[in-house]
């Protein structure tokens, strides 16, 4: 299933590295950025989350929240976060539902590994409708980050 701009972005509820629950609904009113990555500790999320770490005050000054999803445990984001400094949320989709229903989902990956979270970005404006979706093919790209951005400037 390939999600485009216009569609209401799929509802989720996911717990994050804190271990408080958090739900799509929580970000009713603020654009929300939606960043799913393969494997926390891994080269190529490490550098994506930590460039959206550096440059967290434009998403701020855009009226963005961010959030990471992957499929790791509360534990290891946890722990990424802290080594990382990463001042956002990071939430586990450990049991692998919220990736399958955006269409962010590797059923097979590296290292004979299954189900594992697809790198994507998704903006979503403050009435939850899809602004701006990207699914990337390669674990080794990252999402057009001016593009996400742009977006969010449209949004006001």
Same mark, same amino acid.
């Given at each position: 299933?390939?999600?485009?701009?216009?569609?209401?972005? *799929?509802? /989720?509820?996911?717990?994050?590295?804190?271990?408080?629950?958090?739900?799509?609904?929580?970000? +009713?009113?603020?654009?929300?950025?939606?960043?799913? /990555?393969?494997? !926390?500790?891994?080269?190529?999320?490490?550098?994506?989350?930590?460039?959206?770490?550096?440059?967290?005050?434009?998403?701020?000054?855009?009226? +963005?929240?961010?959030?990471?999803?992957?499929? %790791?445990?509360?534990?290891?984001?946890?722990?990424?976060?802290?080594?990382?400094?990463?001042?956002? *949320?990071?939430?586990?989709?450990?049991?692998? %539902?919220?990736?399958?229903?955006?269409?962010?989902?590797?059923?097979?990956?590296?290292? %004979?590994?299954?189900?594992?979270?697809?790198?994507? +970005?998704?903006?979503?404006?403050?009435?939850?409708?899809?602004?701006?979706?990207?699914?990337?093919?390669? !674990?080794?790209?990252? *999402?057009?980050?001016?593009?996400?951005? +742009? !977006?969010?400037?449209?949004?006001?």
């Amino acid at each position: 299933m390939q999600l485009t701009k216009g569609q209401p972005a *799929p509802s /989720f509820s996911l717990y994050n590295s804190e271990k408080a629950k958090v739900s799509i609904h929580d970000f +009713a009113g603020k654009n929300l950025v939606i960043l799913f /990555f393969p494997q !926390a500790f891994t080269g190529v999320c490490t550098t994506e989350l930590c460039s959206v770490r550096d440059s967290i005050g434009i998403y701020s000054s855009l009226n +963005a929240e961010v959030v990471g999803i992957s499929v %790791d445990s509360i534990f290891t984001l946890a722990k990424f976060k802290e080594e990382q400094g990463l001042n956002f *949320p990071l939430l586990s989709d450990f049991n692998k %539902d919220v990736s399958q229903s955006y269409g962010s989902f590797y059923d097979e990956f590296v290292f %004979d590994m299954k189900g594992v979270s697809r790198r994507a +970005a998704f903006v979503v404006d403050q009435y939850g409708t899809i602004q701006y979706a990207e699914v990337l093919e390669s !674990a080794g790209d990252v *999402p057009n980050f001016d593009a996400i951005k +742009a !977006a969010l400037a449209e949004l006001g």
